[in-house]
T-cell receptor
Framework: DTEVTQTPKHLVMGMTNKKSLKCEQH?????MYWYKQKAKKPPELMFV???????INESVPSRFSPECPNSSLLNLHLHALQPEDSALYLC????????????????FGPGTRLTVL | GESVGLHLPTLSVQEGDNSIINCAYS??????FIWYKQESGKGPQFIID?????DKRQGQRVTVLLNKTVKHLSLQIAATQPGDSAVYFC??????????????FGKGITLSVRP
């Protein structure tokens, strides 16, 4: 099973709203990722969690707040977003094996299509 | 089949032909490479990967070739089918532990299969 699930599939929110995106995997992976993808562009890394700790933050604005409650769940809390934040938000996970030859195939969820009005 | 670099956004092939999608990478420290397929409205789907200690790897109908001398990666799809129509991304991973592993994606190319 290489499934990563994300909810909701679609989200429309105003600039003053607070909402959360959710991601779940049951593959025993210990690294989880948030990406942002604009139309016709490759995914852009936002955050990396490793063993439930934030290990990489790619200088993402504070209106995006990640949270990793446990090894299977990853949330992205949204507040005071801008219209330019509209995009497909992708979650991924990988085994995060350590060592010289890390096997870090990332498996992606279907994404949440976010529209900010 | 046809081959095209990632600076061209679309590759159009006839159903049944072979497709070749090329990718140039710039970081000689990259040691792991992945091809993803992304269909409209979906997340990227893992196709095949290859490590830098290999130059070829085969999967079901797909082959990935790695030329480290010229930093070039290609994906070959045999007997292309309509279901292969999608955007294809190459991604490179720089050597390191999994905890801080980062993938860098190429620009992506759209494969369009003509019936």
């Amino acid at each position: 099973d290489t499934e990563v699930t994300q909810t909701p599939k679609h989200l429309v929110m105003g600039m003053t709203n607070k909402k959360s995106l959710k991601c779940e995997q049951h593959m025993g992976h210990r690294a989880m990722y948030w990406y942002k993808q604009k139309a016709k562009k490759p995914p852009e890394l936002m955050f990396v969690y490793s063993y439930e700790k934030l290990s990489i933050n790619e200088s993402v604005p504070s209106r995006f707040s990640p949270e990793c409650p446990n090894s299977s769940l990853l949330n992205l809390h949204l507040h005071a977003l801008q219209p330019e934040d509209s995009a497909l938000y992708l979650c991924a996970s990988s085994s995060s094996s350590t060592g010289y030859l890390s096997t870090d195939t990332q498996y992606f969820g279907p994404g949440t299509r976010l529209t900010v009005l | 089949g046809e081959s095209v670099g990632l600076h061209l956004p679309t590759l159009s092939v006839q159903e049944g032909d072979n497709s070749i999608i090329n990718c140039a990478y710039s970081n000689s420290a990259s040691d792991y490479f992945i091809w993803y397929k992304q269909e409209s409205g979906k997340g990227p789907q893992f196709i095949i990967d290859i490590r830098s200690n290999m130059d070829k790897r085969q999967g079901q109908r797909v082959t990935v070739l790695l030329n480290k001398t010229v930093k070039h990666l290609s994906l070959q799809i045999a007997a292309t089918q309509p279901g292969d129509s999608a955007v294809y991304f190459c991604a490179e991973n720089i050597r390191g532990t999994g905890a801080n592993s980062k993938l860098t994606f190429g620009k992506g190319i759209t494969l369009s299969v003509r019936p």
